[in-house]
C-alpha cells in the first residue's frame, strides 16, 4: 500500500527556517516523480517544489524558487522540503505528493497529475 506521512510543520517567525519531510512506503521514490504542494485557506492548491522521476532534476515555483530546496534520500525512501528566509504569505498546509508516470518539466504544478498524496502538515510564518 502506498502512503506518504509528512512531518516538520510548526509555527515559525518571518525570515526563520524549516524542513518538512515525507516518508513514503509500500513503492520506490527513485521510481517517482514526487513534489511539494501547498494550500492557503481559501485558495487552490499551489505546485511548490518537484523532483523529476528519470533524472533527478529539481524544479521550483517562482514564489519560492532561492528559499526553497527539496531533495530525497533513497537509502530512507524520505523526501524533504528544506525552507529558508519564511514569509507570512507562506503559511499553508504543505502536502508531498508522488506519481509513478509523470516525467515533464514544465506542467509539474498541476496537482490533477499526481496519484498519492500525504495528510498534510501545518506550516504557519507569524509574528
Known amino acids: 500500500q502506498v502512503q506518504l506521512v509528512e512531518s516538520g510543520g510548526g509555527l515559525v517567525q518571518p525570515g526563520d527556517s524549516l524542513r518538512l519531510s515525507c516518508a513514503a512506503s509500500?513503492?520506490?521514490?527513485?521510481?517517482?516523480?514526487i513534489a511539494w504542494f501547498r494550500q492557503a485557506p481559501g485558495k487552490e492548491r499551489e505546485g511548490v517544489s518537484y523532483i523529476r522521476r528519470s533524472d533527478g532534476s529539481t524544479y521550483y515555483a517562482d514564489t519560492v524558487k532561492g528559499r526553497f530546496t527539496v531533495s530525497r534520500d533513497l537509502a530512507k525512501n524520505t523526501f524533504y522540503l528544506e525552507m529558508n528566509s519564511l514569509k507570512p504569505e507562506d503559511t499553508a498546509v504543505y502536502y508531498c505528493?508522488?506519481?509513478?508516470?509523470?516525467?515533464?518539466?514544465?506542467?509539474?504544478?498541476?496537482?490533477?497529475?499526481?496519484?498519492?498524496w500525504g495528510q498534510g502538515t501545518q506550516v504557519t510564518v507569524s509574528s
Open positions: 505528493a508522488a506519481d509513478r508516470y509523470y516525467d515533464g518539466t514544465y506542467y509539474f504544478t498541476d496537482p490533477e497529475l499526481y496519484d498519492y
Open positions: 509500500g513503492f520506490t521514490l527513485e521510481n517517482y516523480a
